[in-house]
């Protein structure tokens, strides 16, 4: 079946350590996504890329990195820097970026602090 | 400046009667309006989409109603039924100007269809 894949699902993280958040699509789309939801909020952009070995910074890209080696995976990693990185993650793809199309979602990873 | 908003937090209703979930937005670039829903611990699944070209797209028991100079879209669901409860994210982008397609959120709001 084609979708997202999104792991884990929950990851602990202790101060000053950076976490890796896992994102894989197989539906061969171009834009991949990160967004981080808070309670009560609606989904924030973090990173985004349109095509591989390019990305750009969202609305909140503090204290987060990506990179975008392969058209299926777009890695999120959560540094030492990211003061409040307590939130659910979610990832996202679209097949193109030239015209209006939706994107779909992974079930998201909910990163908590120790 | 929220660009998307929804400003109805939660809505009741019941089972067998129209949902109404209304989004407001600021935003006239805004070319392309979504619907999504969303259950918790649970990506969002996508709904229903309207083109700024249109003012109505249906799908099923999914209306959605765009509003262009009110700058206001809502999401029509009949009859509801107690699996459509739910928190519900109107989105919108803009392919011009810049944003490059990019999907603006707004903050949900968590339908609850009784029995």
């Known amino acids: 079946d084609g979708g997202i894949t999104q792991s884990p699902k929950y990851l602990f993280r202790k101060e000053g350590q950076n976490v890796t958040l896992s994102c894989e699509q197989n539906?061969?789309?171009?834009?991949m996504y990160w967004y981080r939801q808070d309670p009560g909020q609606g989904l924030r952009l973090i990173y985004y890329?349109?095509?591989?070995?390019?990305?750009q910074k969202g609305d909140i890209a503090e204290g987060y990195s990506v990179s975008r080696e392969k058209k299926e995976s777009f890695p999120l990693t959560v540094t030492s820097a990211q003061k409040n990185p307590t939130a659910f993650y979610l990832c996202?793809?679209?097949?193109?970026?030239?015209?209006?199309?939706?994107?779909?979602f992974g079930d998201g990873t909910r990163l908590s602090i120790l | 400046d929220q660009q998307v908003k929804q400003n109805s937090p939660s809505l009741s209703v019941q089972e067998g009667r129209i949902s109404i979930l209304n989004c407001d937005y600021t935003?006239?670039?805004?070319?392309?309006f979504l619907w999504y829903k969303k259950y918790p611990a649970e990506g969002p699944t996508f709904l229903i989409s309207?083109?700024?070209?249109?003012d109505k797209n249906e799908d099923g028991r999914f209306t959605v109603f765009l509003n262009k100079s009110a700058k206001h879209l809502s999401l029509h669901i009949v009859p509801s039924q107690p699996g459509d409860s739910a928190v519900y994210f109107c989105?919108?982008?803009?392919?011009?100007?810049?944003?490059?397609?990019?999907?603006?959120f707004g903050k949900g709001t968590k339908l609850s269809v009784k029995p």
């Open positions: 996202a793809s679209r097949r193109g970026t030239g015209r209006n199309q939706p994107q779909h």
């Open positions: 539906l061969n789309h171009d834009a």
């Open positions: 890329s349109q095509i591989v070995n390019d990305f």
């Open positions: 935003n006239s670039m805004f070319d392309y």
């Open positions: 309207i083109s700024s070209i249109k």
């Open positions: 989105a919108a982008s803009a392919l011009r100007g810049g944003s490059q397609g990019n999907l603006i």
